[in-house]
């Protein structure tokens, strides 16, 4: 009998019939097994936390695709300050990266009403997310108490 069957599924014959979504699939099976492990952590680590980290998490998987963005994003930029500072070349609204970099640095609610209004739905949704984390972690707690 050969060994073809202790070998890793990338590395046998059959593995260039699989489509590339089979192939992500089979390659993403550890990190959705660790999602999987973080999340059904016991008690004492919060719900917050795992979704912090799942977060960074998420963040430093995407860090290959975000870095080349950020590069294309910071050569365009360089290009469209020299192109309308020393050619007087205008970019049209929509590929105005510095102008939208700039309203976005200068942006200020000016009216004190909208102010408050949006600091209150900030905190409303902030005690949100809090009381849904929270009601999360004692539901398991009650579930492990009914259980074991």
Request: with cysteine; net charge positive.
């Amino acid at each position: 009998m050969h060994k073809t069957w202790n070998k890793p599924f990338h590395k046998r014959k059959v593995w260039r019939t699989v489509s590339r979504p089979g192939k992500l699939v089979y390659y993403m099976q550890p990190l959705v097994d660790h999602f999987f492990e973080i999340w059904m952590q016991p008690l004492p680590f919060p719900t917050l936390l795992k979704f912090a980290y799942s977060c960074g998490l998420v963040f430093f998987i995407l860090l290959p695709i975000l870095y080349p963005l950020l590069v294309l994003l910071l050569y365009y930029g360089i290009f469209q300050y020299v192109g309308e500072r020393h050619t007087g070349v205008a970019m049209p609204e929509n590929w105005d990266l510095l102008g939208a970099a700039a309203n976005l640095w200068h942006f200020e609610i000016t009216n004190k009403k909208y102010q408050l209004f949006v600091t209150m739905y900030i905190d409303r949704y902030r005690v949100i997310i809090t009381a849904i984390s929270s009601t999360v972690d004692y539901m398991r707690m009650a579930l492990c108490f009914v259980f074991s």
